[in-house]
C-alpha cells in the first residue's frame, strides 16, 4: 500500500558523479515534489511540478534537474555531484495543482564522498 | 514570498506534561498550516493541519490554535508521551507555494 516511493534508500557515490533518484506516487496525486533535508534538518523545497508547471526553487544549482515521464513519476538527475550535496533528499506529492497536504516519500541518503 | 518562524527549536518536558510549539507567518494570503512529525530515520507526516477558516482544531492530545490578526499558529501537545519525541516542522502556504518552518526537537523525559 505504499502511497510515496522511493529509489534508492541509500545513495553513495564519487564527487563529479551523475547519479538519480526515482520517485512514484501510486495517489493519484496531480502536484509533486523534491525537498532537501540537510544535517540540521531543515526541509527546503527545491522543486514542485504538475503537468502543466515546473516551480524552481531559484537557490537550487542548475546540476539538478527534474524529470518526469508521467504524472506519478517525478526523479531527480544530478550532474557533478559535490560534498555539500550530501543529505536526505525526499520525494512528495499533493492532491490538486495548488500547494496543499505533502505526502512524503521514505527518502533518499545521499552521501558524496 | 511567505517567511515562517517556528520557536523553540529545541523543547524538552517530562512525561505527562504540556509541549507548545510556535510559529508565525508574514503573508496574511496563507489559507491553510498543517504540522508534520518526523522521528528519527523516518518522513515527515502530517499530524493535524488547520485552514484560515478555523480558529482551532483538536484531535486527541493534539491541536492546533490559528490567529490570523497576529499571523501565528501554535501546535499545543497535552499529556506528553516518550514516542512524542520528534522534530516537528509547521508549515504555512497560500496555495501557490509549501513553506515549512525550521522545525522543533521535542524530547519526553520518561
Known amino acids: 500500500d505504499t502511497a510515496v516511493s522511493q529509489t534508492p534508500k541509500y545513495l553513495v557515490t564519487q564527487m563529479g558523479n551523475d547519479k538519480s533518484i526515482k520517485c512514484e506516487q501510486n495517489l493519484g496525486h496531480d502536484t509533486m515534489y523534491w525537498y532537501k533535508q540537510d544535517s540540521k534538518k531543515f526541509l527546503k523545497i527545491m522543486f514542485s511540478?504538475?503537468?502543466?508547471?515546473?516551480?524552481i526553487n531559484e537557490t537550487v544549482p542548475n546540476r539538478f534537474s527534474p524529470k518526469s515521464p508521467d504524472k506519478a513519476h517525478l526523479n531527480l538527475h544530478i550532474n557533478s555531484l559535490e560534498l555539500g550535496d550530501s543529505a536526505v533528499y525526499f520525494c512528495?506529492?499533493?492532491?490538486?495543482?495548488?500547494?496543499?497536504?505533502?505526502?512524503f516519500g521514505p527518502g533518499t541518503r545521499l552521501t558524496v564522498l | 514570498g511567505e517567511n515562517v518562524e517556528q520557536h523553540p527549536s529545541t523543547l524538552s518536558v517530562q512525561e505527562g506534561d504540556s509541549a507548545v510549539i510556535k510559529c508565525t507567518y508574514s503573508d496574511s494570503a496563507s489559507n491553510y498550516f498543517p504540522w508534520y512529525k518526523q522521528e528519527l530515520g523516518k518522513r515527515p507526516q502530517l499530524i493535524i493541519d488547520i485552514r484560515s477558516n478555523v480558529g482551532e482544531k483538536k484531535d486527541q492530545r493534539i491541536a492546533v490554535t490559528l490567529n490570523k490578526t497576529a499571523k501565528h499558529f501554535s501546535l499545543h501537545i497535552t499529556e506528553t508521551q516518550p514516542e512524542d519525541s520528534a522534530v516537528y516542522f509547521c508549515a504555512a502556504t497560500d496555495g501557490n507555494q509549501f513553506y515549512f518552518g525550521t522545525g522543533t526537537s521535542l524530547t519526553v523525559i520518561p
Open positions: 512528495a506529492s499533493s492532491p490538486g495543482t495548488t500547494a496543499d497536504t505533502q505526502y
Open positions: 511540478y504538475n503537468n502543466k508547471e515546473l516551480i
